[in-house]
């Protein structure tokens, strides 16, 4: 297996207010850890960045435009959603690293896993806003780059603490795209109930695990274990993104759930083996959310040590504890999902 880490000391150029949680110190921890992983021996690559015509899968010609008149410039986009004069070119970096990331794994050997450290976030934009720390959908732009390149289908699997609203609207009737979504309800941005599961075509393509704050390591494990794992393997997609958000870290300030670094770790493990079973271990991690940066720094490390084959990445059977939360959102995810999974 083979690790490829993208990122750019560029991401420190996106400047947000004083006080703002999306702060460039967050982009000083992935900077740290990319150059521990070249100083071991790993290998790092800059991000191209990504074109109009790029973006132009994901979002409008006008909100484009609208993004290019605040290049050089300072702007509240929304009332959680800044620009400060290089924001726009650092946010196509942070797009086309994605982009950079799906030609690494679909171009290199079976087990080639990617990890993009990237900012600003992407999952909340939408094709004709920004929110939520948002600019550009990386995640999205990088799914819709796969199909260009000849992947039948992708899936997108969300473990930010908020759903990934911009992602899910992206490709809500996209048979091609499977969206799965953990985060916590309800809670920003008001999307992401059990209820939401495509449309048209790709109706059943989109599952949303609603959990209730406070869901711990033995609550998300139950619902990756139980639900992810199986609905990924009968999708069988050709790449898997993971949208690699931490803030649903136990320290983390901007959401109520209580998992640890070790269930961080955990998760990751299973995502690794979920691609490893389905598409032979080609798989790229995004970062979005994350805002507690010794927490940050310590998942970053958890997803290089067991991507990287560094630490052993089988995941345990099972993780013990109240797992109350978990299992009804997994309870609601069967209702709903039931129709189009049988099995599930």
């Not at 916590?184 to 109930?193: A, N």
């Not at 393509?205 to 209730?212: A, C, Y």
């Not at 033995?218 to 990924?232: K, N, Q």
């Amino acid at each position: 297996m083979a690790l490829t880490v993208v990122t750019s000391p560029r991401f420190q150029d996106h400047v947000t207010p004083p006080g703002h949680p999306e702060r460039v110190e967050r982009a000083e921890v992935m900077e740290v850890a990319a150059l521990d992983w070249e100083r071991s021996g790993g290998r790092v690559m800059a991000p191209r960045a990504a074109t109009d015509e790029d973006l132009g899968r994901v979002h409008t010609p006008a909100y484009l435009e609208s993004l290019r008149a605040v290049r050089g410039r300072a702007v509240m986009l929304d009332p959680d959603t800044f620009t400060s004069p290089e924001s726009e070119e650092v946010a196509r970096l942070a797009a086309g690293g994605v982009l950079t990331a799906v030609d690494a794994a679909l171009d290199g050997s079976p087990g080639s896993r990617v990890l993009v450290m990237a900012r600003p976030p992407g999952h909340h934009a939408e094709a004709d806003r920004a929110m939520g720390f948002c600019l550009y959908n990386s995640v999205a732009v990088g799914a819709a780059w796969a199909r260009v390149r000849g992947a039948a289908r992708v899936a997108i699997v969300d473990i930010d603490v908020h759903h990934g609203n911009g992602t899910q609207r992206a490709f809500y009737d996209d048979p091609s795209v499977l969206f799965v979504s953990s985060h916590q309800f309800p809670y920003y941005p008001g999307t992401g109930g059990g209820d939401e599961v495509g449309r048209g075509d790709g109706a059943g393509f989109t599952v949303n695990l609603p959990l209730e704050a406070g869901a711990t390591d033995a609550d998300y494990d139950l619902v990756y274990r139980e639900l992810v794992t199986p609905l990924v393997g009968q999708f069988r997609p050709d790449l898997l993104l993971v949208s690699a958000g931490f803030d649903a870290h136990e320290r983390d300030p901007l959401a109520g759930m209580r998992v640890t670094t070790a269930g961080f770790r955990q998760l990751t493990a299973r995502l690794l083996a979920i691609a490893d079973a389905a598409c032979d271990g080609r798989v790229v991690f995004v970062t979005e959310g994350g805002y507690d940066t010794s927490s940050l720094a310590e998942c970053l490390e958890g997803v290089i040590a067991l991507a990287s084959g560094r630490q052993r990445p089988t995941p345990a059977a099972a993780l013990a504890g109240d797992t109350r939360r978990g299992a009804a959102a997994l309870s609601a995810a069967r209702q709903a999902l039931g129709r189009f999974w049988p099995g599930l």
